[in-house]
């Protein structure tokens, strides 16, 4: 995959200056003209010039495709995905203005005392509030309107349009469950796809059941994997709950802080970590018992329940979305090539949701794969002769994420922490057998005898407590502050240029090139 394969040139056919390691496909081409077109969403003057180019150059690009010769049909297919890209993102584009010009309440915003709704996420902890569900500090709702009333004019009418709700003190709601809340609404602004924001206190939301027997259901299977997992007893159980459904609100302030401190978040988020795991439990289980084929399409279920379960991160849709492709592409005995995967699973979740290309979350998840694919898998290969790949491998991974993110980390929080680097080595391992044991055990929990659940008990309390103490060793480490400038520009490209490009081939066609001239 990532060398070239080794060609013999004569001096009639002269080289084929073909030097990629990595080769751009239709997929990723169609991926990044999309993304692309959506970041320069707002700058009118740059769309308007760039429209009838890239209708040009798909036209241009249907001609090439049109030869016979496979190195035209390929380039004219990257001209016609770069095109189809692009104009897709517009036609988002044109999809988004629609629904943020659809909110309307009947009646005059200022009059409206309260309103009914659809929860379209799971409720959650005001942001940088994870660490205490029952504090004062509150959560957040996402409601999609349905109808709005006024007291003062004694009038309740069908509303529409998104809001984002406040709400002093915590309560737990679920995505799906329809709620009427007694408060006031205001215009949004700068929250891209939200038309509303309102604040209320716990006491002013009413549940008024589930809009859906599947939501209803998801509710039941998280409330019943929440009580198997508090069985375990706090802390551990807190830690098992973010692992394994994303929830962080009973998370020991500490603990949290201490991830957060040390640049390590991201093991905590729900991604590929969790998704590879339970991709691994299920081989490990089914594969003696049956078929691979059989087992891929166990792992496709069951995967697809679990972000139903835990709900749609872009972290996390990312590498279920990334898992099903993957296993749909065994199937079907297709090459299943790690970054036409990543794109296509770009692609999935913008077209579902245009808006999520904006969120800091979509560009650190998909950048960091990336960086792993670049420059982790290569950079692993390179460390196997002189470090056991248990040690290589995680840190070879890591760089590779690390150098991806770092233009975004610099210019969205001003620092990087590099022990975390070392911190993911240590903890990864024991991260992945807690949530391992832990899935084990949520599974295989009415079949526990009680002095069972003791042992087990006592087992997650010893391996949170060798958890936290080494997140708490590497907490006063201080990051590394540094402003953003454009020469970090320079050594990202060339780091870049370093991994994606055949150095040695090129300087080896060079010189078949020298050698022809000086002795045609």
Known sequence: MWKMPTKSYSRQSGPDFDMLKIKPTFFIAISLSLVFSLYTRSDTFLQTILFPILIVIGGIGITIASFQK???????????ALSLGFLSGVGLQGL?????????????????????????????????????????????????????????????????????????????????????????????????????????????????????????????????????????????????????????????GNLYEGFK??????????????????????????????????????????VTFYVFITGSSPSLLRAAIAAIVFGIAKLLDRESEPLNILAVTAAIIIFADPYSVYSLSFALSFCAVAGIIVIGRPLSRFLSPFVPSFIGVPIAFSIGAQVFTFPILIASFGVVYLQGMVLTVIVSPLVTIFLAGGIGYIALFGLFPGFLRDVMQTAFGMLYDIIFSFVRFFTPIPGLMLSWSGYYWVVFILILFLFTVDIKTIIERFAIIRKTRIHP
């Not at 496979?70 to 001209?79: A, E, H, I, N, Q």
């Not at 959650?124 to 003062?152: F, I, Q, Y």
Request: aromatic letters at 8%; proline letters at 2%; a positive charge.
């Open 261 to 302: 401190k040390t640049g390590t978040l991201h093991i905590l988020a729900l991604s590929g970590f969790h998704v590879g795991i339970i991709f691994a439990i299920i081989n490990l289980i089914l594969t003696p018992l049956i078929t691979r084929r059989k087992a891929l399409v166990a792992g496709i279920l069951i």
């Open 96 to 252: 988004m203005k629609y629904r943020e010009s659809s909110g309307y309440t009947g009646i005059l915003i200022s009059k409206v005392s309260e309103f009914e709704g659809i929860l379209v996420k799971d409720s959650v902890p005001m942001a940088g509030k994870e660490e205490s569900a029952n504090s004062n500090e509150g959560s957040v709702l996402t409601v999609d309107l349905c109808s709005v009333g006024s007291r003062e004019i004694g009038a309740y009418v069908s509303g529409r349009g998104r809001a984002i709700v406040f709400v002093t003190g915590w309560q737990k709601l679920f995505t799906g469950e329809r709620v009427r809340v007694k408060g006031t609404l205001a215009p949004a602004t700068n929250m891209p796809g939200v038309h509303f924001i309102s604040q209320a206190k716990a006491d002013k939301i009413e549940s008024l059941g589930f809009a859906f027997f599947s939501d209803r259901f998801r509710a039941m299977a998280i409330n019943g994997c929440m009580a198997a997992i508090g069985s375990i007893g706090y802390p551990a159980s807190s830690l098992l709950e973010a692992l394994f459904l994303g929830s962080r609100e009973n998370l020991d």
């Open 70 to 80: 496979d190195t035209s049909r390929k380039y004219g297919f990257l001209l016609i």
